[in-house]
């Protein structure tokens, strides 16, 4: 938004004799309402779902270390030994994310795809790190 108001056209003029047109528009209005408000729930359901993983992450690389491993990510493998930056990075990235998501229009295939895929990665993530939890403790 650039801080200047939008020139919003009037609203329609009620004639008589146009129920039937006013019934539809309405209807196509409460469609839309209903579409954007499903969309929304949607989105910050895949939302929660990325921060209950991000937090399997950050707990399963804390076990797997705690046994000995060590962290793959190159990204964080500097700075994993500093739990409170971890969770600061990870905060962040969720953050973006999350405002990329809502922002999004609600017909938006990018946005559907980006919580689709960030889903995937993180559960393929947490996957992994129970897996070399698994190797460490046999």
Known sequence: MTGQPRNWPPPPVR?????????ELVGALHAI????????AQRLRGIGGLAVLNGADVATTVWFLMLGGSEGNPVLAP???RW?????????????????ILDAPARSREARLLVNLALTYYLAVVAWNLSVV???VS
Request: charged share 35%.
């Open 15 to 23: 004639r008589a004799g146009r129920d039937d047109e006013h019934r």
């Open 33 to 40: 309402v209903d579409l954007v408000e499903r969309v929304r």
């Open 79 to 81: 700075i994993v030994h």
């Open 84 to 100: 409170w930056l971890v969770v600061a990075v990870k905060a962040v990235v969720l953050a973006l994310l999350s405002r990329r």
């Open 134 to 136: 698994h190797r460490l």
